[in-house]
């Protein structure tokens, strides 16, 4: 009795079919493990953004999410020339201002925390000091992906959040 090929056994062609199939179904579910995730990663995205807004009776700035998600700021740099400022009553000019916390916060989508607002007559030396004013804020999404914002908006990942203490903004 000769002996057959294993190809040609019935039994290893069902064997080799189910393999098959196992291995695109595997294939095809880790495929969409990886968009879901990407997706759910989309659907949380926050977006920051640092503005400023005066008139003749008013200064202030303001901090923004634009995004889907929630953006949690980890830290805040506000510098003026080459000195960091840990709060705005720093600022000889910002003496006549309300001030709210935006460093180590919590942003919902959607919604805008107005940093320092300022009122009164000196708007134009306000408006000369805010040429000077550098603002950068570190924030990452529930996911763990950050991002660094400067006053030009333009958003740039980082891999995590850090900053030397000197230079944080505490308020």
């Known amino acids: 009795m000769q002996k057959e090929k294993w190809y040609k056994n019935p039994e290893m062609l069902v064997a080799l079919t189910a393999l098959f ?13 990886y968009i879901d995730r990407a997706y759910a990663k989309a659907s949380v995205w926050p977006r920051v953004e640092i503005f400023r807004s005066y008139n003749n009776e008013g200064f202030s700035y303001g901090v923004s ?29 910002f003496k006549n201002i309300s001030q709210s916390h935006f460093s180590n916060i ?23 000091l ?25 958003t ?3 891999e995590a959040c850090s900053v030397i203490s000197e230079q944080a903004f505490a308020q």
């Open 21 to 33: 199939i196992g291995l695109v179904t595997a294939a095809i579910s880790i495929y969409s493990a």
């Open 65 to 93: 999410n634009r995004g889907t998600g929630p953006a949690i700021i980890e830290y805040a740099k506000v510098s003026s020339g080459n000195q960091f400022l840990k709060k705005w009553d720093e600022l000889p000019e």
């Open 106 to 128: 919590t942003l919902p989508s959607g919604q805008t925390v107005n940093p320092v607002k300022y009122k009164g007559e000196l708007i134009s030396d306000v408006l000369t």
């Open 130 to 154: 805010d040429k000077k004013i550098q603002i950068e804020i570190c924030y990452c999404s529930i996911y763990g992906d950050c991002w660094i914002v400067k006053r030009s908006n333009e």
């Open 156 to 158: 740039q990942p980082t």
